[in-house]
């Protein structure tokens, strides 16, 4: 079993992953807002069954690579830090857009291609490719039981946690949108906030020892 205090580190992590902008939350917006809410939950659907797929090929793949190369651990570990760094940058580098701004156009489609379009815009998103194959590691430990299933736990409170953000995305895009182009200040804010816990995470995560 996970202690607590790691899934609620993890499903922290996990937060600050579904509010960085990127390719889902990009698309979410932007068909939210250019066809309606339906359409937007349509397409949410599909991006939560590529999170499933990422999920399992990230819990078979680590089960076999902790089993043949122990020291693998090490490399996910700095990776991991690496990458979370590389959020933090993002977060707040000179010239960051709100993803409210970059949303584009995009013609009507059927539910059938909404939830095609999702669920390909999710398997094909290098960022949560990335997270469950650099950060899962350090919340995982043999010797906690099944390396499988505690990367099934934490998937789980990874999808639930980013269905829950996207899903009050998807419904509330427009809204959204105009409140951030009316209080920009808050924007600024929340960059430097979110910059700042990716890069504590970051520290903790390059200091956190095998267990």
Not at 1 to 23: C, E, N, Y
Request: proline letters at 6%; hydrophobic letters at 55%; glycine letters at 8%.
């Amino acid at each position: 079993m996970i202690p607590t205090h790691d899934l609620l580190v993890f499903a922290g992590a996990a937060l600050l992953l579904v509010l960085t902008p990127g390719p889902n939350m990009l698309y979410l917006i932007s068909r939210s807002i250019c066809q309606g809410r339906t359409a937007g939950v349509i397409s949410l659907a599909g991006v939560v069954l590529g999170f499933f797929v990422h999920m399992l090929a990230a819990s078979l793949g680590l089960t076999a690579l902790f089993m043949a190369v122990p020291l693998a651990f090490e490399l996910l570990k700095w990776a991991g830090a690496a990458y979370l760094l590389w959020m933090a940058w993002q977060a707040v580098r000179p010239g960051g857009l709100s993803p409210f701004a970059q949303t584009t156009q995009l013609p009507a489609e059927s539910p059938r291609k909404l939830f095609a379009m999702g669920l390909f815009t999710s398997i094909l998103n290098p960022k949560v490719a990335i997270f469950y194959l650099s950060i899962f590691p350090q919340f995982v430990s043999p010797a906690q039981g099944s390396v499988f299933w505690q990367s099934v736990t934490l998937g789980m409170v990874q999808i639930g946690t980013s269905f829950t953000v996207n899903l009050l995305i998807a419904l509330f895009a427009a809204h959204i949108a105009l409140w951030f182009r009316d209080n920009p200040h808050w924007l600024r804010a929340q960059k430097w906030i979110m910059g700042t816990v990716l890069a504590g995470l970051a520290v903790r995560l390059a200091l956190e020892q095998r267990r």
